[in-house]
C-alpha cells in the first residue's frame, strides 16, 4: 500500500494539502509520483496569482509524460517551491517533505470539507 499520511488531506486528482490557519501547502501524492515515474521538469504558478479550487495551475513532466497539477482550493499563490523548479527529482524522493509545489492563502476554508481524508484516497487508490 503506498504511503498515504494521515495529517493531509487529499484531491480524487492526486495532490495533497497540509493546512496551517489559512495557508495551505500543496504537492502531489506518493502515488501520484510512482505512476509519472521519475520527474524531470516542474512549472509552478505565479506568485500572486489567483486560482480556483479544481483549476490547473502547474505542470509536471515526467520520462513518460507532462501532467497538469490541479490546485485543491481557492486563494491567492503565497509562495512556490523553487528547490523542485531546481530539482525536480525531489518530487519523487520526498514528495510530501522538499518536493512540495505551491502555498496558497486561501479565501474559502469552506472548500476543506470537499477534499478527501487519507482513508477515502486510500480506498480510491486501492481501486475499491
Known sequence: MANVPLDLKYT????WVRVNGDV?????????????T??????????????KAGE???????????????SPLSGEIAEVNQ????DPALVNSEPYE??????????NLAELSALLGPEQYKMQISGA
Open 12 to 15: 480524487k486528482s492526486h495532490e
Open 24 to 36: 495551505a501547502t500543496v504537492g502531489i501524492t506518493d502515488h501520484a509520483q510512482h505512476e509519472l
Open 38 to 51: 521519475d520527474v524531470v521538469f516542474v512549472e509552478l504558478p505565479d506568485v500572486g496569482r489567483r486560482i
Open 56 to 70: 490547473a495551475c502547474a505542470v509536471v513532466e515526467s520520462v513518460k509524460t507532462a501532467s497538469d497539477i490541479y
Open 83 to 86: 528547490a523542485v523548479v531546481d
Open 98 to 107: 522538499d518536493g512540495w509545489f505551491f502555498r496558497i492563502k486561501l479565501s
